[in-house]
């Protein structure tokens, strides 16, 4: 359980800064340490398993039947992001403290942090590929709450917008190719994936399955042509910069390359679309970081660069471009957190990012100078610091892949020339910012050093680029091991972690790099008048207009489709349905099945023939209301005879409650209508719906006749063989909908609940006044509550609450249950109201419907919970036999809780609707009916 416990405690920590917050800054940042420390003391207790090789696992089953578990993995690979989250999430925590000012919401800020920690951890510890989905997607949304913390800043909320359209789309991709790889595997599990690479690199899906992945991890770590959202993401504060760009958010996508290498890699597809991408992304990320003034943008684009060598390792398919791969996740994430978070100090100190006005900052700035000088020289690959071990690596691969054919030289200079600019954007950092003479005015001047522990992440993480750049073998080497045999997932090659391999091909790749990016830097200035040159593109704003061109377009379609006619709305409908019955019907050959028909007898003609007449005296007496509602009402009456006469009582007594209870509500909402409806279709509407109408009727006519007429398995004899045994209830009906089907009686309960609570809120505070007399003039009784029905209403209550009763306890075993008596009572007490008024009620029965649903759905889901008490499914009724004095041997069962929670749902919320409506009539009535 310790895995599950690792990505739960960020999600439970995030609430922790949100009450600390009002103690204090210190409070809040160390409660918003807890969780991430303690998962990490966690998750080092299980690192001696996993550095020998070990793989562990947690499975709980959640959807078995739509391959949904909530497992879990911790293999070498989920151990080295799990560690970089963790790790650096703890730093950015510490060093937020200090960059956040006394003004902002600090709490605010941690809870988010740790929402998408939890959902990054969830994504790298994820066994289940519909499990690491689910975080997938919490991590765009949280990092979209990160990005857009400065919410009163326009860019801000334009990059947060951007990043989550862009990840948003790549993740709707990412959910079709993880649903397309579940089907061609037959599972979802991560183990069964990677053990079938054969099987899906030969399926006939492969292609398409592979580049909706691809999407999906493209957008997410900004690859070529997805890269535009990463700089304008940097509008968030500097501390979710460095989370987010270094070990989490964009590593996300190289993570699924790594995590899918043995399933999918091994193609020309693979080699291709991955090792294309990843190129382009290098090169243009590595041009771009050269020619930003900003300093977090030159970051940013190099980010996306280093981001583009890791994937276009991963595309060249060697094992040893692997183990590079891994190894270059590791030290991009060290130095470019370092790098960020001292970025960070500097806008601290000095109000301005901008390079052009920051110079000269070693003399105020001398330790943050000297740690980033460091973190740039590591990410420029030079010699014993970090970078240069993987660069080295990366130069080696570039050199020795052979699948390109003749155009084979293009990767090595391409490698080279990347090499070069990322040494020219890394001397531009460190000498425009710390040195270049003295800075221009400043909105902060002088700058100083910023408070002690402010730096102490930076430093934490510099000294683990020059320790992992001098003694490699010492200090990642086991993790690194462990790391590329869970991406590989066979055996490693051979290779060596030296520093020094002699004179060699990538050494003087090396050598080219560092001194064409110094000659790249001292030249410059013609550079950078020709950049000046090209036309302006901003990404953002090509995005926002992309957008509100989609949007002028969605408006238009719109505006085509809905025109507020309700009726062409549902003729639309109508005519969509029936054209797709009807060509699902148009290949049958023959319409009559095998089946013989049901014999007809007089009184179910007759009952048809009344039934048809119904309908078609409610469709020409429409427009008077009051008639049309009478027909209706006996339309309905039908419908309860005929599921008497097919044997269905419980469908019976259902119907006939639901019709007594809408005809009250209809009737109270008459009240308030005129009596009769105008005239609005013309001719060619009528004609039209009268069309639609016997098409309508005619093909369900077909689709029925043609359905009855054939063979057909049901279902019933299950629940009818097991209501007893396995529901305890001879009522089978009953015990579907409290056992069997017992989850979606409690969604319906609910949805019941919620929208009785929203039609009780929609009526509150709402007058209405109400008429004195008919159409004809004639004016209404001046007692509003005849005495007659006041006094039966006062004696049939008692009778109405018995038969309710009594139907609630035999429903299990006979008709009945607690929904039919739910509709009783509520008829039962409507009836109160009208006869006797709210006030005469609610005076002697003061009840609060609202409590009264709640409880309802609350006694139901606790039912549910119940039986998982002792280890049965959710909502598995238990029953038993008792012999009770004087009564005897009687049977209990623990759905009667159940139904008692559908009784009082249905109960409160049927009164909560129909006592609302019934109470509108506050204002002194006029003398003339509304209009």
Not at 41 to 48: C, F, H, I, W
Not at 380 to 393: D, Q, R, T
Not at 898 to 909: E, I
Request: include cysteine; glycine fraction near 10%.
């Amino acid at each position: 359980m310790y895995l599950a416990l690792i990505v739960a405690l960020p999600f439970l920590g995030a609430l922790l800064p949100l009450f600390a917050e009002r103690l204090g800054r210190n409070q809040a940042s160390l409660a918003a340490a807890l969780a991430p420390l303690a998962g990490l003391v966690l998750l080092l207790t299980l690192a001696p398993g996993v550095l020998a090789g070990e793989t562990l696992k947690l499975v709980l089953p959640w959807l078995p039947g739509l391959g949904l578990n909530f497992s879990l993995r911790l293999d070498g690979l989920g151990f080295l992001f799990a560690l970089l989250i963790l790790g650096i999430g703890l730093l950015v925590i510490l060093y937020a403290r200090y960059y956040l000012s006394e003004r902002e919401p600090i709490g605010r800020f941690f809870a988010f942090l740790q929402l998408f920690m939890g959902a990054m951890l969830g994504v790298v510890l994820s066994e289940n590929l519909l499990l690491m989905l689910v975080f997938w997607e919490a991590t765009s949304l949280s990092s979209f709450l990160l990005i857009g913390f400065w919410g009163h800043r326009s860019d801000a909320r334009k990059g947060a917008r951007m990043a989550l359209t862009v990840t948003g789309a790549g993740g709707l991709a990412l959910l079709a190719g993880i649903l397309l790889l579940g089907h061609v595997v037959g599972s979802f599990e991560l183990s069964d994936v990677l053990a079938a690479g054969d099987l899906i690199r030969a399926h006939a899906l492969y292609p398409l399955l592979l580049c909706l992945v691809l999407l999906g991890a493209l957008t997410k770590s900004a690859q070529f042509p997805f890269h535009f959202w990463l700089p304008h993401a940097m509008a968030a504060p500097t501390p979710v910069s460095a989370y987010l760009h270094s070990a989490t958010m964009v590593k996300a996508g190289v993570f699924l390359l790594a995590r899918l290498y043995p399933a999918l890699a091994g193609t020309d597809w693979w080699f291709y679309l991955v090792s294309i991408s990843g190129l382009a992304t290098l090169l243009l990320g590595a041009t771009m970081a050269l020619f930003q003034h900003d300093l977090k943008g030159l970051l940013a684009y190099s980010t996306i660069s280093h981001l583009g060598l890791i994937t276009l390792l991963f595309g060249l398919d060697s094992p040893m471009s692997n183990v590079a791969a891994v190894f270059h996740i590791i030290n991009h994430a060290t130095f470019k957190a370092s790098l960020f978070m001292a970025a960070g100090i500097i806008d601290h100190e000095t109000g301005s990012r901008d390079m052009r006005l920051i110079n000269g900052m070693w003399r105020y700035l001398p330790h943050t100078a000297v740690l980033a000088m460091v973190a740039s020289l590591a990410m420029a690959g030079v010699p014993l610091l970090n970078g240069f071990l993987s660069k080295e690596m990366f130069f080696g691969e570039a050199l020795s892949q052979d699948m390109a054919g003749g155009l084979h030289w293009l990767l090595p200079l391409g490698a080279t020339l990347a090499g070069v600019f990322s040494v020219g954007y890394s001397l531009r950092f460190v000498h425009d910012v710390f040195f270049n003479g003295e800075p221009k005015p400043l909105p902060k001047f002088p700058p100083h050093e910023p408070p002690r522990y402010m730096k102490v992440p930076v430093e934490i993480l510099v000294a683990l680029c020059v320790l992992v750049g001098m003694a490699p073998n010492f200090t990642v080497a086991p993790l690194l091991a462990v790391a590329a045999g869970a991406s590989l997932g066979g055996e490693l090659p051979e290779y060596s972690l030296a520093i020094w391999h002699g004179l060699n091909l990538p050494l003087a790749m090396s050598c080219v790099a560092l001194l064409g990016g110094v000659l790249l830097y001292v030249g410059r200035k013609p550079l950078f008048r020709w950049y000046a040159g090209l036309p302006d593109a901003d990404a953002k704003l090509v995005f926002e207009a992309a957008m509100q061109r989609l949007v002028r377009g969605a408006t238009r379609l719109t505006e085509c489709l809905e025109n507020g006619s309700q009726q062409r709305y549902l003729a639309l409908l109508v005519l969509a349905a029936l054209v797709v019955v009807g060509v699902s019907l148009w290949p049958l050959s023959h319409l009559t099945g095998s089946r013989p028909p049901m014999p007809l007898d007089g009184a179910a003609l007759v009952g048809m023939l009344v039934l048809s007449a119904t309908a078609v005296l409610t469709a020409v007496f429409h427009r008077q209301r009051l008639v049309a509602l009478l027909v209706l009402g006996v339309g309905g009456l039908l419908v309860a005879l005929a599921f008497a006469r097919f044997s269905a009582p419980d469908l019976a007594l259902t119907q006939l409650s639901v019709e007594v209870v809408t005809m009250v509500l209809l009737m109270l909402a008459m009240y308030y209508l005129p009596s009769r409806t105008p005239r609005e279709s013309s001719m060619t509407r009528r004609l039209r719906d009268l069309l639609l109408a016997l098409g309508g009727g005619s093909v369900v006519g077909v689709l029925v006749y043609a359905v009855m007429t054939r063979p057909y398995q049901t279902i019933a004899d299950f629940f009818l063989e097991n209501a007893v045994g396995g529901g305890g209830g001879h009522n089978a009906v009953n015990v579907i909908l409290v056992d069997f089907r017992g989850f979606d009686t409690l969604g319906e309960i609910t949805v019941l609940a919620i929208a009785a609570v929203g039609v009780h809120a929609l009526l509150s505070g709402l007058r209405l006044t109400n008429p004195t007399c008919d159409p004809q003039g004639r004016n209404w009784a001046r007692s509003s509550r005849p005495l007659i029905l006041e006094t039966l209403s006062r004696l049939l209550l008692p009778l109405a609450l018995l038969v309710s009763a009594f139907i609630f306890l035999r429903g299990h075993n006979l008709p009945g249950g607690g929904f039919i008596a739910g509709l009783i009572t509520a008829s039962a007490l409507i009836l109160q109201y009208i006869a006797s008024g709210s006030a005469w009620v609610e005076s002697r029965r003061p009840l609060r419907y609202q409590r009264m649903a709640g409880a309802g759905v609350m006694i139901a889901g606790l039912t549910g919970l119940g039986s998982l008490v002792f280890g049965a499914p959710f909502l598995t009724s238990a029953f038993d036999h008792f012999r009770l004095p004087l009564v005897g041997e009687i049977e209990l069962a623990t759905a009667l809780f159940f139904d008692l929670g559908v009784y009082l749902a249905v109960v409160g919320a049927v009164m909560l609707m129909l006592a609302g409506l019934g109470k509108l009539s506050l204002h002194p009535p006029i003398t003339e009916e509304i209009h």
